[in-house]
């Protein structure tokens, strides 16, 4: 039933795809097979992925923070392609008749050429280099970047991408390499990233391990300690 579900999904991305034009990128995730992964593209160019290809970091958090229960989509929040480029995104949870998320649905919006266009128009309406000088759109996305630090979206080709990346984003807690870890610290980072759901990708414990520069044995017996942990918390109350 969850398979129908998703072909009748990644029709409507074709769909949609087409009727939107080249600047939406449609893409449709299988939630339900062995590894999770894109299986419905349309317009790929705008992040760089093809089929195949992992979840994202925000698809994952979805997932591992399970913010499909309170809400049926998450709207307009940034991403960065794979060319640089920023995206509107949003993403709808695709959901079996018992409530059960099998998919989603992800609509990423490239508004470069209008940014291009908007920027001409100024040239047109001010002489000589005055728009270059005073009113650039390229300012306006500086200054969003320099502003609050907001959750973006990462667009990865390999589970390898996806966990170097992760672990990227997590190692600034240590002030140490690696191999000078203690076990709490390693615990601490491999937390980190059960949060962030990185575990949820086939062969991440691989990646994780050598990157901690320890055996895969140790990141599941960490796992398992935290686990242990958790469900001793949620008991308590």
């Known amino acids: 039933m969850a398979s129908d579900l998703i072909r009748q999904y990644a029709t409507l991305a074709e769909f949609l795809g087409r009727a939107l034009g080249p600047d939406y990128e449609i893409a449709v995730h299988d939630l339900n097979k062995k590894q999770p992964s894109l299986v419905a593209l349309v317009n790929g160019h705008i992040s760089g992925r093809e089929v195949g290809a992992p979840l994202t970091n925000i698809a994952l958090q979805i997932i591992a923070d399970r913010t499909y229960l309170k809400q049926p989509y998450k709207l307009n929040y940034r991403g960065i392609s794979a060319s640089g480029k920023v995206l509107r995104c949003s993403t709808f949870f695709i959901k079996d008749e018992k409530g059960a998320l099998v998919g989603l649905l992800c609509i990423n919006f490239d508004d470069s050429r209008y940014k291009e266009l908007s920027q001409k128009v100024f040239a047109l309406c001010h002489p000589d280099h005055y728009a ?84 895969q044995a140790s990141i599941y017996r960490y796992l398992g300690k935290l686990n242990r942990e958790k469900k001793q918390v949620d008991a308590n109350g």
């Open 132 to 215: 270059e000088k005073n009113i650039m759109v390229e300012d306006v996305k500086a200054n969003y970047e320099s502003s609050e630090k907001t959750e973006q979206e990462s667009f990865y080709s390999s589970i390898a991408a996806a966990t170097e990346d992760a672990l990227l984003s997590v190692m600034h807690t240590v002030a140490l390499p690696p191999e000078r870890l203690t076990q709490g610290e390693k615990m601490k980072i491999v937390g980190l990233l059960e949060q962030k759901g990185v575990f949820m990708m086939k062969g991440a414990v691989v990646t994780v391990a050598e990157k901690l520069a320890c055996s």
